[in-house]
């Protein structure tokens, strides 16, 4: 009887264990050069490097509404941390200017931004998905 109960628990134990070789706590895998949304949290593996990128959060979104006319068009500021054969840093990208940072010789740039904020509407921060490139 004591068997048959552990060997319930165990196989529920591989199971369990076997769950986790299935999701990447990387994420998705992507190529240099190709566009790759995230979402918070969320961190690609670039296929062709040993470099891996992660949405960590996005903060100020100041960005004129869609159904507004606004003088300045505003900014959000999406923050990154990039890691390279160990080393990792954290940086911020911006929606206003666009520019790209460099790390380790690859260049990371946010394309875009979304959802885009309405007068309406509330964006709670997990609702945000960063679209990005990476190249060399």
Sequence with gaps: MVTRAWHGVGSALVAAVCLGCVT?????????????TLAPGDTAQLEAADLRVRFDRV?????????AVC??????????????NGSSRAYELHTGPMTPIVHDGYTVALVRLAPYPFSSRTIEPGDYRATLTVSR
């Design 59 to 67: 903060e100020g979104d100041s960005r004129c509404p869609a159904d």
């Design 24 to 36: 990447s706590p990387t994420g998705p895998s992507v190529e240099l050069g190709r566009e790759f």
């Design 71 to 84: 003088i300045q068009g505003g900014d959000a500021v999406v923050h990154v941390t990039v890691q390279t």
